[in-house]
């Protein structure tokens, strides 16, 4: 599970590189959940909620339907 994960990010990734950002999978817990963090720009964004909501969560969960919830750490 934690390999589609890594592939899912870097499908998000280049878009967050472009704005100066990037990020990093913490952990993927036995419940479902998926702990990211967002690094550089990305990281005290205003927007971060929403870039996590519309653009990670769901490409991870698109990837791979087990995951429950994204989260940033």
Partial sequence: MKDKIEKAL???RPALQADGGDIQLV???????????????????PMSQMTMTQ????AIK????????????
């Fill in 55 to 58: 653009g990670v969560e769901r």
């Fill in 10 to 12: 870097e499908n998000v």
């Fill in 27 to 45: 952990s993927v817990e036995p419940d479902g959940t998926v702990k990211v963090r967002l690094l550089g720009a990305c990281g005290g964004c």
């Fill in 62 to 73: 698109n990837a791979v339907p087990e995951v429950k919830k994204v989260i940033a750490v």
